[in-house]
Each structure stands twice: as structure tokens, then as C-alpha cells.
């Protein structure tokens, strides 16, 4: 590691270790790139069974402090309760914790840092105003992704609670995008949004990306039926499972019924336990999802709810895997549809086009191929750390950091 550049403090609500779902993976990719020219510190929020890991993040940049999440264990309904009395999102209030906002203080006090990274927007509650130069690595539209999650959800309660805080988040995130000196995203597509909103703002497209070389095509025969890849207790990836198994599984089973879906990821819920079967498949704390991938038939993704990009896809796309998605899952990707992967938004298309790669091997070696190519042209994590490089040039040069809004006041939590 080499520390001859900047010092950067980066700021994010998780530790980037293990990097077992996607936010994690852009936050310790990143922070190990930029760390190869720079002096790079990483201070987190860390739940008490993550203080192992912080020895591995440390390898990667500097230093890094850690900070104990202010959230309970699993799902804070009596905070989520309280929120609804608030203007600001339940998320920005969960992560704004008095513990984090004096340890930003007492970093920028040291008056050293040349810039500060923000990861998501989500931590936008906390006061930067005192900051040198500050960036804001948007790794989805979080007021888009409760929009999305609001359409699709079926119990009322859900669909009411995410509506309601999809309003409060479209404010307090294009208040966060005002308030910053420039702002990452990981698509065109996102970035046409912040512009729109916030004229003449220094924004730019860090694309998520790929490790090239670990994310390997490998040789063999499949072993492992259709694979999905994911966080199995993050939200959208719940929905596609239980999407595809009751509305797209069944169909490929009319003609395929000795066909298996293995969902591979940390984190199996009771709603998909309810799924499994003799040919629902799923695994739990893999530290490995390459092997996996490497022996699919098909990798599938039936994502109806995110924003961003999904790193699921770049990974099975780089392992040159035939992969089938919705539209959503490749939203803001260069895709062209039937070239690099199949696209099917409907459930007898979707399972139309899995029979259409298990049944034409040569079909699936030919979006295997090309997808492959297309990961090596565009989605490397050098590429992608070099535009974010750019975009703390632009913020630096400019030397007129943008006015200090103050955050939104919350009822930070304790």
C-alpha cells in the first residue's frame, strides 16, 4: 500500500468485511484502490459480532475506528413506529447516532483530511459542515428503491410505511445532493437524476465493477442446476426468490421438473425457509459464491425492486455464465439485450427464456462469451477508481466547496 496522495476519510454504515453483499463490495474495492495513492481512513458503524473483521479491513487502507451500531438486532418495529412522527427517514435516523457524529468531529478536528467520502446517503444526517471537501458515493437512489419496493409489496402496512418514507427520502436525498461538493453514481441513468435536481452540481458515474482476474471464466460442466446470488435477508432479493419460485419456477418445472434453484448467500429469513424444496435449494454463510456461479447452468435474476446496479449480474456476466434478469436487474448497465444476457419481464417469458439457455448450449455459450467481454471492457474496479479519482480532482480544483447547509435536525439515537 502506498501513501503518497491524499488523506481521505471515508465515512460508511458497514463494515466492508466480509464482503458478502453488494454495498460491501463497492465500499472495500474502492477504499483498497484508492488506498494504493492515498492515505486513505475508514471509519464505520460495527455490530458486535464484526470486531474480527476489522483486523482484515485494516490490510486494506490506513487506519481504520469503528463506531457500535446504534440499531438493535433485527427488524426495530417501535423505531419504525417513532419515525412516522419525524420529517426524516427512519433509515438517516437509525444511522445518526450522537457515538458516530463525535467521532467525525473529533476526526475533522485533527484538521488533516483533504477530502471526506461519503457512502450513501443515508448518513446524511450527520453534520460535515466543518468537512475541507466532501463527495457522496451514492450506491442506489434510496428514494427510488422505496418507491419501487412500495409498488410491489403486498401487505398494506409495508406498502403505506415505505410510501410514506419515499416522500420524506426524495427531500432529505436531493437536500444531501445540494449539500455535498460532488456526487458518485453508479449509472447515467442516476446521474441525469442528480443533475436534473441540482444544476451545475460536480457529479460523475463510478460504475460498480468487478475483480477480473477472481471473477474468472472457469472450465467444467454445470453442477449446480439455476443459481440466484445475493444477501438472502436484504429486501429485494427476497421478492425475486419468492417471485420466481411461485410464479416462474413452476412454469420450467412443465417441461424441466427435475430442475433445481440453489439460492446462494448469508442470511436465509422464515419467508424464504418457506420456500425451500427438494428443488429450492438454499445455502447459508458461503464465503465463496465463485464455485457456485462456475457450475450454474443459468444464473438467474428476477429483480423487481433496487436501484443502482446489481453486482450479482457484472459477477455472473465476468464468469461468463449464461444469465437470464428483469429489465430492473440490468437498469443502467450497458446490456444490449439478446447479445449479453436474456431479458424477460414477465413470468412465462422468464421462463420461457432459462429453457431457451438450458436447452441451446450454443445460445449459452455465446452470452457467456460476450458477457465476458463486456465485463473486461467496461467493469474493472481500476476503471471505475479512476473516474471517482476525477471526480475528487474536480471537487479539490474547484476550491469553492459548496455552501454549508446544516443537516437535517433529527432525534439522533442513543
Not at 474480527?52 to 418495529?77: L, Q
Not at 403505506?160 to 445532493?177: D, G, I, Q, S
Not at 455552501?403 to 433529527?410: G, K, Y
Request: glycine share 6%; with cysteine.
Amino acid at each position: 500500500m502506498t501513501s503518497t496522495g491524499r488523506r481521505i476519510l471515508v465515512l460508511t454504515p458497514y463494515l466492508p468485511d466480509p464482503p458478502h453483499w453488494g454495498a460491501s463490495i463497492r465500499v472495500r474495492e474502492l477504499v483498497r484502490a484508492l488506498s494504493r495513492r492515498h492515505r486513505v481512513t475508514l471509519l464505520s458503524y460495527v455490530m458486535p459480532w464484526q470486531y474480527e473483521n476489522v483486523r482484515a479491513v485494516r490490510e486494506i487502507c490506513e487506519s481504520v475506528h469503528t463506531v457500535p451500531a446504534p440499531w438493535p438486532n433485527g427488524a426495530d418495529r417501535a423505531g419504525r413506529l417513532r419515525s412516522l412522527a419525524s420529517m426524516a427517514p427512519f433509515a438517516v435516523r437509525r444511522l445518526t447516532s450522537p457515538a458516530m457524529q463525535r467521532s467525525v468531529d473529533e476526526h475533522l478536528a485533527d484538521g488533516d483530511y483533504d477530502l471526506i467520502q461519503v457512502e450513501g446517503s443515508l448518513m446524511s444526517g450527520l453534520d460535515l459542515s466543518s468537512a475541507p471537501a466532501t463527495v457522496l458515493d451514492e450506491h442506489n437512489i434510496e428514494y427510488e428503491l422505496l418507491e419501487r419496493t412500495a409498488q410491489v409489496e403486498r401487505a398494506m402496512s409495508r406498502r403505506a410505511f415505505n410510501l410514506v418514507e419515499f416522500l420524506k427520502m426524495r427531500k432529505t436525498e436531493r437536500r444531501a445532493w445540494r449539500r455535498y461538493d460532488g456526487c458518485a453514481m453508479t449509472s447515467e441513468r442516476e446521474l441525469t437524476e442528480v443533475t436534473s435536481a441540482v444544476p451545475g452540481k460536480a457529479a460523475a458515474v463510478v460504475p460498480n465493477g468487478v475483480d477480473l482476474v477472481q471473477f474468472a471464466p472457469q472450465r467444467g460442466a454445470p453442477t449446480s442446476g439455476l443459481v440466484f446470488t445475493g444477501l438472502m435477508s436484504y429486501r429485494p432479493n427476497v421478492d425475486a426468490m419468492t417471485y420466481f419460485v411461485r410464479e416462474i419456477l413452476p412454469l420450467i418445472h412443465r417441461s424441466r421438473p427435475a430442475e433445481t434453484l440453489t439460492m446462494v448467500g448469508w442470511g436465509i429469513t422464515d419467508e424464504i425457509r418457506a420456500l425451500l424444496g427438494p428443488r429450492v435449494l438454499a445455502t447459508s454463510g458461503v464465503p465463496d459464491v465463485r464455485p457456485y456461479l462456475a457450475g450454474a447452468a443459468a444464473v438467474v435474476a428476477p429483480i423487481r425492486i433496487g436501484s443502482g446496479t446489481r453486482l450479482k449480474v457484472l459477477e455472473a456476466l465476468a464468469m461468463a455464465r449464461p444469465l437470464v434478469s428483469t429489465s430492473l436487474a440490468c437498469e443502467g448497465l450497458d446490456i444490449v439485450p439478446g447479445r449479453h444476457l436474456l431479458v424477460a419481464d414477465n413470468p412465462s417469458l422468464f421462463a420461457e427464456s432459462v429453457i431457451r439457455v438450458l436447452e441451446d448450449q450454443a445460445l449459452a455459450d455465446r452470452l457467456g462469451a460476450s458477457g465476458r467481454q463486456l465485463i473486461e471492457s467496461h467493469y474493472g474496479w481500476a476503471a471505475s477508481t479512476a473516474k471517482l479519482e476525477e471526480l475528487h480532482d474536480r471537487v479539490l480544483a474547484a476550491n469553492r466547496p459548496a455552501a454549508r447547509v446544516p443537516a437535517l435536525p433529527l432525534a439522533m439515537s442513543s
